[in-house]
């Protein structure tokens, strides 16, 4: 009959068992620290070696187990795989019962919540040590049970979350802040906080530096959480428009296509609670199309994240009025303060600068404050960027030959006014035209501009447009005296008409 190693174990003396597993019994004697009292285990196993002669275990040392992780606190729903060194009826992969107890051979039941690899492995050793002389005992974790950790500050979606891993190791920390859907823009990633329970009992604070792996690609930074785990993501002392943009690119922001309730106050148009929303199209009453490409910033989920350009445009653009230097953008974080930043579209404007744009989040209001000297260059400037309205009116009244309400695209010129009313009747004095203008500050002016077609675009001669201009054409004095003269005798006329009719000559 064909004896098991576990058989050989129970019925050989413990010297022949030493020479049996080739392990000798000239190896140092290696001190261990004993659990049982810290783990609230039996006394069996004490009991037993006491009751046994003290030469049988001076020659035996109890081998330093092998782990995998050290830290790591088991739990319900974890799986282990244990070695026996010379026993592989005692060998094989073992669950974490939702008593969160491993059932074992020979020993049974052994809780092992709330430990952590290392002290279970103590624990085992201590337990076999009756059974087997000399156990080594290697442990790993081969799969973890979900992990429920908890998010909070400048997260989109704060809360509590199980994550799961299909690789059956613990889940990283950007992978808790994508299931969260992302930082807010006014994230610290410099200073994150991961509060840790210890095996002890206590708590341990760890601090890591997401910003170091998304510029230099610090993978250390991104550590992999344990169940138990609370995340903290700090507000940002001051706003940072580049880094603002370079966290655009990266996976830690957020990929909802929600659409965002922000706020426009100020000089524009429409001002009041517009919607945000992505990769979607917003034509208002001035035609503008606010998904014209350049309106809002790519995101790697190839979805689009509104800017500040696009609500300015979706609350129908700025008014003449507007001081384009000094926008602000008002944030509520998620501690409860208040952000201003403020963002100067001049240089959006003149030197193309983009961090200007900047992408917006949910809540912010936007403010864009009135101009105290308003200069003609900036006005005639602004009126063809991208955030102004894209169409405006002027009315053309007098000697043309369709006077009315035209509407045209800014920075029209007089000229250009004038020829698209269909140019001067017969009637109209053609040297000479008179321009209207209601100004930002609620004056009026008129002036009379010297009418040539050859003139470009000149303030004095042929003036860039505004916003309900009015251009009036007057008529000649020739004509301003026959209609005179056709007044009077128009009651004459019609008896002379009458005759006429009669054969009169």
């Known amino acids: 009959m064909r004896h098991s190693t576990l058989n050989l174990i129970k019925s050989v003396p413990i010297a022949a068992l030493s020479t049996i597993m080739g392990l000798g019994v000239t190896m140092p004697m290696q001190a261990t620290t004993t659990t049982e009292a810290t783990l ?37 729903g974890d799986r282990l795989k244990l070695d026996f060194f010379g026993v592989p009826e005692f060998s094989g992969d073992y669950a974490v019962l939702p008593n969160g107890s491993m059932n074992l051979p020979q020993v049974g039941m052994v809780s092992v919540q709330g430990y952590t690899v290392s002290q279970v492995s103590q624990l085992l050793v201590t337990r076999y040590s009756p059974i087997l002389t000399r156990p080594v005992i290697n442990i790993n974790v081969v799969a973890t049970r979900p992990v429920m950790i908890a998010i909070a500050g400048e997260i989109e979606r704060p809360g509590a979350y199980s994550l799961m891993s299909s690789t059956g190791e613990s889940p990283m920390l950007s992978r808790a802040i994508q299931q969260a859907e992302g930082i807010t823009r006014s994230a610290d990633l410099q200073q994150v906080k991961i509060r840790r329970r210890t095996a002890g009992g206590g708590n341990e604070i760890i601090t890591v530096n997401l910003l170091q792996l998304v510029r230099s690609g610090d993978a250390r930074q991104d550590i992999r959480l344990r169940d138990g785990d609370s995340i903290l993501i700090p507000e940002a002392k001051a706003p940072d428009l580049s880094l603002s943009k370079q966290l655009l690119a990266t996976n830690l922001v957020s990929r909802n296509s929600r659409p965002i309730q922000i706020a426009v106050v100020g000089e524009v148009l429409r001002p009041g609670p517009h919607s945000l929303g992505n990769n979607n199209n917003y034509n208002n009453n001035n035609g503008i199309n606010t998904n014209s490409g350049n309106t809002a910033i790519a995101n790697p989920s190839n979805s689009t994240i509104p800017t500040l350009t696009q609500a300015i445009q979706q609350a129908g653009g700025i008014s003449q009025l507007a001081d384009i230097r000094n926008i602000q953008v008002r944030r509520q974080s998620r501690f409860g303060t208040e952000q201003k930043i403020t963002v100067d579209f001049w240089k959006l404007l003149k030197s193309g600068d983009l961090l200007q744009d900047m992408p917006l989040q949910e809540g912010d209001t936007v403010e864009i404050p009135t101009a105290t000297a308003p200069n003609e260059s900036e006005i005639i400037a602004m009126a063809g960027a991208s955030f102004s309205p894209d169409k405006m009116t002027v009315n053309v009244v007098g000697e043309v030959e369709r006077p009315g309400a035209l509407v045209l695209t800014p920075n029209t010129t007089l000229n250009q006014a004038v020829l698209t009313a269909g140019g001067f009747n017969r009637n109209a004095v053609k040297n000479s035209i008179t321009l209207v203008r209601l100004n930002p500050n609620g004056t009026v002016t008129k002036r009379d501009v010297a009418f040539d077609l050859s003139q470009g675009v000149s303030e004095t001669n042929n003036p860039a447009l505004r916003n309900n201009d009015i251009i009036v054409v007057k008529k000649t004095g020739f004509a301003v005296f026959s209609q005179g003269l056709n007044d009077v005798l128009s009651p004459f006329t019609g008896i002379f008409n009458i005759f006429r009719l009669f054969g009169g000559r």
Do not use: W
């Open 40 to 76: 609230g285990s039996s006394s069996p196993v004490s009991n037993l070696q006491s009751a046994l002669p003290a030469s049988r275990f001076l020659d035996v040392p109890t081998a330093a187990p092998v782990v995998s992780d050290d830290g790591y606190i088991l739990g319900a």
